[in-house]
């Protein structure tokens, strides 16, 4: 039946366009329609059923300091996910308490993912609340001040990049509005989560730097699921 | 049937009268190696970074996060698949025994090309990076590629619609389904991902990433090693049926297996599960393929010696056969848990990207500049030095890799050891593999040096 390809450019089109469609379909439209847990934030509050915790989404802060972290290439020395072995949720837990291996309900609000592939530095799937603000100060001036030997790259850009929020807060008002009209529990959330950073941060909202985004951004990898102490930091 | 092909291969014999401009080829192949010079410099500065981590440390846009992309992005796209393009428009209208179908369009493309590659090196040092991986380029700059992809495939296309021969020579097949392949993968990767997040996202991401790879790269390189080994050395194909077994097989097999990036990740065992049964049955297109190819060369391995093509392709096929014979064994849980993220697997895609693909357009470049330009080789002396640098410098580079990243991996699952004393260890490796790099790179000098000395160079009657 192939051999007709062998002279009817047409046939050899369609029958490898076909060929591909079959395993395309079938690894990328099929799986989110068969794993609900792809698309499901993740909450738990049985304890029974493992670590307990719900995902929530991140403010403009946390987001601001996620685009730093896409913008600079962290991702192609560090991977966010601890997996199903021993190695990982060992080498990644914390005072004898394994690291709870990474689920996809963790994830959903990611984009772009930030999985990644290599290992140059250690996994940061759960690094929030490892280090506190001091720490990470000094580790993006230079990493070698603090840890011999590291191979990490110093950001000291991040100290003099301002961060702007204005225009976040200004949609967070939106978004109130719309919240407060439709109850839409996505929109509820939005709004309060910026409600929250306004009040936390008061008048230094208007002097952030880039540095303060990536702290609060790393602060909340890994914390969806209550498995240590909040700010129990190793010095 | 079998007369056609051999009609088909010998090319001029049975072409005659036509006189391919090649205008387009030019284009593509002189930008081409062009951007293997430049994005070499990158490759090295990164390479050197590993082992002298404070050099170029204080300006951002010199930050490892910023170069890693743009090496990748400039090989990938600026080097190698314009190559695979260039090269592909040479052989196309040969096979088929007419003209391009437009080399105004073909011209237009290559300037295209140039233009998305320019716009890739400022926006990727500008941090301006959309988080995927081999798929950063912002959008507007994505939009540009499927609008070249798409030229590109029309003229191709058309020509072969327009072709003399009835039967086509397997070399055809490959570059139809590199075409069209292409344009539903890189869709996938740079558009239907924005739809999406989480796990989701990343399998998309992955399912790009992995046929970037194994339905762009490998198509296209193997019609080049199919059309250029019976070439190089005036031997017929051993067998038709069985580069037809390799194409169809590779055809159904290699779109499942990109789950495979993310064994004991975040993402659904049953899944997990396919892609490595997909990724262990890509060995039946790989040994087809080789077989076939090492075959054809019996008998006459002697031409080695003195034709420098002949030394790039037959490692290439070399290389192609230990890359994929690596993949499926790391595909395999026991052996991930050990290798998956350490620097085994740098080793592993330059192997195939570097070792297998790049040899054959390096190949395909060597045979076909003197024919465009109509002009004697600069240098065979020189292209030999150029194999002999690529060649160790590049085993220095895999063989270093392997073996420490298996040693990394090994330690990692030794959770007393702590992280930053497996960094340590590994610096000896990399210092290595920089070594290698420059050698690496010299043979790249020596090449693009050639070809552009080749093509500036007096005009030969000899040649054509
Ligand atoms: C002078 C020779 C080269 C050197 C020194 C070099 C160096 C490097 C380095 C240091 C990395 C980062 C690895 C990591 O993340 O740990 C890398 C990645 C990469 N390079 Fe090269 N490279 C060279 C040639 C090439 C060529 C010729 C190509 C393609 C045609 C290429 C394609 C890639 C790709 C695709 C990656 C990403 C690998 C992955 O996803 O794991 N490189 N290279």
Redesign the interface.
């Known amino acids: 039946m192939?051999?007709k390809?062998?002279?009817s450019?047409i046939w050899?089109?369609v029958?490898?366009?076909v060929?591909?469609f079959?395993?395309?379909l079938?690894?990328?439209v099929v799986?989110?329609m068969?794993?609900k847990s792809?698309?499901q934030p993740f909450a738990n509050a049985d304890k029974s059923k493992g670590p307990t915790g719900h995902l929530r989404r991140l403010n403009g802060l946390e987001l601001a300091g996620r685009a730093v972290y896409?913008?600079?290439?962290?991702?192609?020395?560090h991977?966010q996910?601890i997996?199903?072995?021993?190695?990982?949720t060992?080498?990644y837990g914390w005072k004898g308490v394994d690291a709870p291996?990474?689920?996809?309900d963790?994830?959903?609000?990611?984009?772009?993912?930030?999985?990644?592939?290599?290992?140059?530095?250690?996994d940061l799937a759960r690094i929030g609340g490892r280090y506190d603000t001091q720490w990470h100060r000094t580790h993006f001036r230079n990493?070698?001040d603090l840890?011999?030997?590291?191979?990490?790259?110093?950001?000291?850009?991040l100290f003099t990049n301002k961060v702007d929020l204005t225009g976040y807060f200004a949609e967070a008002d939106v978004i109130a509005q719309k919240a407060a009209a439709t109850k839409d529990p996505a929109l509820v959330e939005q709004a309060a989560l910026a409600a929250d950073l306004k009040a936390k941060l008061g008048p230094q909202a208007a002097n952030l730097t880039e540095f303060d985004a990536m702290v609060a951004y790393l602060q909340t990898l890994g914390r969806a699921k209550d498995w240590r102490e909040a700010n129990d930091y190793e010095k | 049937?079998q007369e056609q092909f051999s009609r088909a291969e010998a090319g001029s014999a049975g072409t005659g009268a036509i006189v391919h401009e090649d205008l387009t080829v030019k284009w593509f192949m002189l930008s081409s190696i062009s951007y293997f010079f430049i994005v070499g410099i990158i490759a090295l500065v990164i390479a050197a970074?590993?082992v002298w981590?404070?050099l170029m440390?204080?300006t951002?846009w010199l930050?490892?996060?910023?170069m890693?992309?743009l090496h990748v992005n400039g090989m990938l796209f600026g080097w190698l698949l314009a190559a695979d393009m260039g090269l592909t428009f040479y052989i196309v209208p040969r096979l088929c025994g007419v003209k391009l179908w437009s080399e105004k369009l073909g011209v237009a493309t290559g300037i295209l090309w140039n233009i998305i590659i320019l716009g890739a090196v400022v926006s990727l040092l500008a941090?301006?990076?959309?988080?995927?991986?081999y798929a950063e380029l912002e959008t507007p700059l994505s939009v540009l590629v499927v609008v070249a992809w798409l030229m590109f495939t029309a003229n191709i296309?058309m020509t072969?619609?327009k072709r003399k021969y009835?039967?086509?020579y397997v070399s055809?097949?490959y570059f139809?389904?590199c075409l069209?392949?292409t344009a539903?993968v890189y869709l996938?990767g740079n558009f239907?991902?924005m739809f999406?997040?989480?796990?989701?996202?990343?399998?998309?991401?992955w399912?790009y990433v992995h046929n970037a790879v194994g339905?762009i790269f490998t198509p296209v390189g193997l019609g080049i090693a199919y059309y250029f080994i019976p070439r190089a050395s005036n031997t017929p194909l051993f067998s038709h049926k069985l580069s037809?077994v390799g194409f169809?097989s590779l055809?159904?097999?290699?779109?499942?297996t990109?789950?495979h990036?993310?064994l004991?990740?975040?993402?659904?065992q049953w899944?997990q599960t396919?892609?490595i049964a997909?990724s262990v049955m890509l060995l039946i297109p790989v040994w087809a393929v080789v077989y076939n190819l090492l075959i054809t060369m019996k008998g006459q391995w002697h031409q080695l010696r003195d034709r420098v093509e002949l030394k790039f392709l037959m490692s290439g096929v070399i290389f192609y056969l230990l890359t994929c014979f690596q993949g499926p064994m790391h595909s395999l849980r026991t052996v991930n848990?050990i290798v998956s993220?350490?620097d085994w697997?740098?080793g592993h895609a330059h192997m195939a990207v570097l070792g297998a693909f790049s040899f054959f357009a390096v190949a395909g470049t060597y045979y076909a500049a003197p024919r465009i330009f109509g002009k004697n080789l600069f240098s065979t002396a020189l292209a030999n030095w150029s194999y002999w640098m690529i060649m160790i410098g590049g085993l220095g580079f895999f063989v270093t890799l392997w073996l420490g990243g298996f040693w990394q991996g090994w330690q990692?699952?030794d959770?007393s050891i702590p992280?930053?004393k497996t960094?340590?260890a590994l610096?000896p490796i990399w210092t290595v593999r920089f070594v290698s790099g420059v050698m690496i790179f010299a043979g790249i000098v020596m090449f693009a040096y050639n070809i552009m000395a080749t093509a500036l160079g007096p005009q030969s009657e000899s040649a054509a």
């Not at chain 1, 840890?147 to 850009?157: D, L, N, R, T």
């Not at chain 2, 055809?251 to 499942?256: D, K």
């Not at chain 2, 004991?264 to 659904?268: A, L, T, V």
């Open positions: 192939l051999k390809a062998d002279t450019a050899a089109i029958a490898s366009l060929l591909f079959i395993g395309g079938m690894t990328t799986p989110p068969v794993d792809w698309g896409v913008r600079e290439g962290c991702w192609y020395c991977t996910q997996r199903t072995l021993l190695a990982d060992k080498r291996i990474s689920t996809p963790e994830f959903v609000y990611d984009s772009p993912h930030m999985f990644g592939t290599k290992r140059t530095g250690p990493p070698r840890v011999k030997g590291s191979i990490m790259p110093a950001f000291p850009w | 049937m970074k590993f981590p404070d440390g204080t951002s930050t490892y996060g910023r890693r992309p941090g301006r990076n959309k988080g995927w991986e296309l072969v619609a009835q039967a086509m055809i097949w139809m389904g069209l392949w539903f996938t239907a991902t999406t997040t989480g796990v989701n996202q990343a399998n998309l991401n399912m339905l037809m169809w055809a159904f097999v290699y779109v499942w990109g789950a990036h993310m004991h990740g975040p993402i659904s899944l396919i892609a997909f848990a993220k350490t697997i740098p990692w699952n959770v992280f930053i960094v340590i610096k």
